[in-house]
């Protein structure tokens, strides 16, 4: 990784899930947008560390624009799996953050070669997201969001959602005996 000296931007190993980085996807009618849920193992306290350094830089940042005030209900994007998602075993040991963006991510792999093949990428694989944290005020709430920058697919991994392989689904048939057993 390269040397970060954005004090709101940290780059994050963790696993993807819900992963739209080659078209934007629309929730709830909002404006479609590019997004990842990373999932970050509780152990990695570096990087857990390094994201809420970030994430209090950027309230402080937020509320030196605001004048001081401090909204009472401020929301931050680093959230418990295990809170959040008790019987999920993906999020179980987890902490969890949605990254998003309205411009396409770059995405490479572990030699910072581009990703052109869209199978290659998908929920369930790791790496590494660039992102960017900085404050809003939407509609009466208050928060930091998570911005995401790019995408770097380091490794494969068990996929988390999408149909499955057929070779995985299906067992060999006897075509002689196909039509005998229906």
């Not at 809420?52 to 030196?64: D, L, R």
């Not at 997201?129 to 490794?155: C, E, P, R, W």
Request: aromatic content about 10%.
């Amino acid at each position: 990784m390269k040397e970060n000296t954005n004090s709101r931007k940290v780059f994050i190993p963790c696993r993807f899930a819900y992963l739209n980085c080659f078209e934007p996807k629309s929730i709830n009618g909002d404006e479609a947008k590019y997004s990842v849920c990373a999932l970050i193992d509780k152990r990695n306290w570096k990087t857990i560390n390094a994201i809420n350094t970030c994430i209090e830089a950027a309230i402080k940042e937020f509320i030196s624009k605001r004048k001081g005030q401090v909204p009472t209900d401020l929301k931050t994007p680093l959230r418990d799996g295990d809170m959040e998602f008790p019987e999920d075993e993906v999020f179980k040991n987890h902490v969890f953050l949605n990254a998003h963006t309205t411009i396409a991510p770059q995405i490479v792999d572990f030699n910072v070669e581009p990703i052109l093949d869209k199978s290659l990428v998908y929920s369930g694989c790791y790496g590494i997201i660039s992102v960017t944290f900085y404050g809003y005020h939407v509609d009466g709430n208050y928060g930091i969001a998570a911005g995401l920058g790019n995408i770097q697919k380091v490794k494969d991994g068990e996929h988390l959602s999408g149909p499955m392989d057929a070779v995985d689904e299906f067992d060999v048939v006897d075509t002689e005996d196909f039509l005998g057993d229906m």
